[in-house]
């Protein structure tokens, strides 16, 4: 059914091309533009915060991205406009519900890297962006919003995690901070101390199985994750230094050398309230197969054995007697 709708989508951008060309008007910048709603309303002003859906295409109709398919719109807050790339004098033509043409010219987005320039933007060419305002709102409602939205996330994350571990019968132990683990395969091997440098295969997946990366091939071949001239080894790293997350860095000192393990790191110990990009939510908990493939140790000074408390000396109380 999403393909069947995304493909209407596609086709109606499609259809409206020819006469969006027709009625083109300029900025004052440079980039064209053609109204295709006439709505009333207020008009968007500076720092208000606009919610949009965009597709983005070449001037040969080639899709370039879609929030659409991304399956969620994005968030812009309004600013005074720095160049004619950032689109930031057309949004105060516009009110919610607005549909629209952008054409940013090719020229002016290369302009200075030339090198980076793609063979089907030549020179004359414009991105074109089919915009839908779906959403305006004040910067101060906008953060009300989101902060309310991350407040049920939050208060969700704890249930969820607990949820994975029930579905899938696990029995985890769980550290101070929060981290919890299970170790798979134990090893009699030495455990890595902080500042060693460790080797480790790791598979890393949200709550609901969707694997956002790897450092195994075969698996990222299969979630569709194969990324072409990557070299799928072990990642190396100084363990302990903050180098990685929070949870890799305790839960990789709590491994010995060739041990397997299943880290559930909350978002206190990852990305927190921010995420990471589109693949990683707020507030996720992070699921992350383990292997500690080799340690790497540098020299650590010596532990002084712990001295003995001293003997504590007798004291003799000698009963007077009665006179």
């Known amino acids: ?10 086709f109606c951008a499609f259809t409206i091309t020819a006469n969006a060309q027709n009625d083109l008007q300029r900025t004052s910048q440079g980039a064209l533009y053609n109204l295709f709603t006439h709505n009333t309303g207020d008009r968007i002003k500076n720092d208000d915060v606009i919610t949009l859906q965009i597709i983005q295409k070449t001037d040969k109709d080639s899709l370039l991205s879609s929030t659409y398919a991304l399956g969620h719109p994005v968030q812009v807050k309004v600013q005074p406009s720095q160049n004619v790339t950032d689109m930031m004098e057309i949004f105060p033509l516009l009110t919610t519900g607005d549909s629209l043409l952008v054409k940013i010219p090719a020229d002016s987005v290369f302009k200075g890297h ?73 090893s009699i091997k030495a455990k890595p101390r902080a500042g060693d440098t460790v080797l480790v295969n790791y598979t890393g ?20 994750l194969l990324q072409e001239g990557r070299t799928y080894e072990p990642i190396s790293f100084v363990v302990g230094s903050g180098q990685v997350i929070k949870g890799w ?75």
Do not use: C
């Open 249 to 323: 860095d305790e839960g990789l000192l709590l491994l010995n050398n060739g041990a397997k393990a299943k880290f559930l790191i909350p978002s206190s110990l990852a990305y927190g309230e921010q995420g990471q990009g589109d693949v990683i939510p707020p507030y996720s908990t992070l699921v992350f197969d383990v292997e500690l493939v080799a340690v790497k140790p540098i020299p650590h000074a010596a532990v002084a054995p712990a001295k003995k408390p001293a003997a504590k000396k007798k004291t003799t109380i000698t009963a007077k007697k009665k006179s």
């Open 1 to 10: 059914m999403k393909k069947y709708i995304y493909s209407i989508i596609l």
């Open 114 to 186: 030339e090198n980076s320039r793609p063979p089907f933007f030549p020179a004359g060419s414009f991105f074109n962006f089919y915009m839908k305002i779906v959403k305006v709102q004040s910067l101060n409602d906008a953060i009300a919003e989101r902060n309310a939205e991350l407040e049920k996330i939050k208060a969700a994350e704890a249930v969820d995690a607990n949820k994975y571990i029930t579905s899938n019968k696990l029995v985890m132990k769980t550290t101070a901070s929060g981290l919890k683990y299970v170790i798979f395969k134990p």
């Open 205 to 224: 997946h949200l709550l609901n199985g969707q694997v956002f990366d790897t450092s195994i091939a075969a698996v990222a071949d299969k979630a569709g």
